[in-house]
């Protein structure tokens, strides 16, 4: 076991652990649509965009990091842009 090993704590937000997350409010989603356990869940429909939304904004936010830790050079833009 190395040093960083060792000084990694439990509450150090990984990858992994980010989308073990995301899979649990999902899963809290998909259940509350089932039961009807919000005002929101009355609506068809409703609880599917907010999961979807939940979905895009970790994607938003998780996949720039992702490709600058494994070295993916930032999309160029174009001179129309």
Not at 16 to 27: E, K
Not at 28 to 41: A, G, I, R, V
């Amino acid at each position: 076991m190395t040093d960083e090993e060792r000084q990694r704590r439990w509450y150090h937000l990984t990858p992994a652990r980010f989308f073990v997350g995301l899979l649990a409010v999902q899963v809290f989603l998909y259940l509350s649509d089932q039961f009807n356990w919000f005002p929101f869940n009355e609506k068809k429909g409703w609880t599917v965009l907010i999961a979807v939304g939940v979905v895009v904004r970790v994607l938003q936010d998780e996949l720039p990091k992702c490709q600058i830790r494994n070295g993916v050079p930032p999309p160029v833009q174009g001179p129309g842009f």
